[in-house]
């Protein structure tokens, strides 16, 4: 299924030919395209960035979501560790198109959880059968996860199969 996005291919390069002419400003751009507030500025100086690192290659929709493999995303979060780079210029220069996607991924590297390889079927949990884990059971769990560095999910998974 594809996504529509709020702003045309058309409108997002009007905006950043008007910005790099020096024309109107980027709080300007955002009034005349009913971008609310600081948001609408933002967006518009992002476009701007994105179009002077690939041209009109981020300007153009996205139909489908981005695969990144699991060492790409591992690649990239160490760049930034490194403090090599922003994650606006990590996004731009491997073509990721938002720095919000990097910030994710650093923050699951962070937070010791795995940046997995994309798949478009999300996890599903049956709270339904599940049956009520005593205390005592819960704290071995717990201790399992500080000791594997895992989530308590997956834990909690590997220890119903037990």
């Given at each position: 299924m594809s996504r529509k996005s709020m702003y045309s291919f058309k409108q997002k390069k009007w905006a950043v030919e008007q910005y790099l002419s020096e024309n109107m400003s980027a709080v300007e751009i955002a009034r005349r395209l009913n971008m609310p507030g600081k948001y609408g500025r933002d967006q518009v100086t992002v476009w701007v960035h994105q179009y002077q690192s690939n041209q009109?290659?981020?300007?153009?929709?996205?139909?489908?979501?981005?695969?990144?493999?699991?060492?790409?995303?591992?690649?990239?979060?160490?760049?930034y560790l490194n403090g090599n780079s922003s994650?606006?210029?990590?996004?731009?220069?491997?073509g990721i198109r938002s720095r919000n996607t990097v910030f994710r991924w650093v923050s699951k590297y962070n937070n010791h959880i795995d940046n997995r390889d994309y798949d478009p079927h999300p996890e599903v949990h049956m709270t339904k059968v599940r049956r009520k884990t005593p205390q005592s059971e819960r704290i071995k769990i717990v201790q399992y996860c500080i000791n594997h560095n895992k989530n308590y999910t997956e834990a909690d998974a590997s220890s119903q199969k037990n």
């Open positions: 009109d290659a981020f300007l153009s929709n996205a139909k489908h979501n981005a695969h990144y493999s699991k060492e790409f995303k591992e690649k990239v979060v160490q760049e994650l606006f210029s990590l996004a731009n220069k491997y």
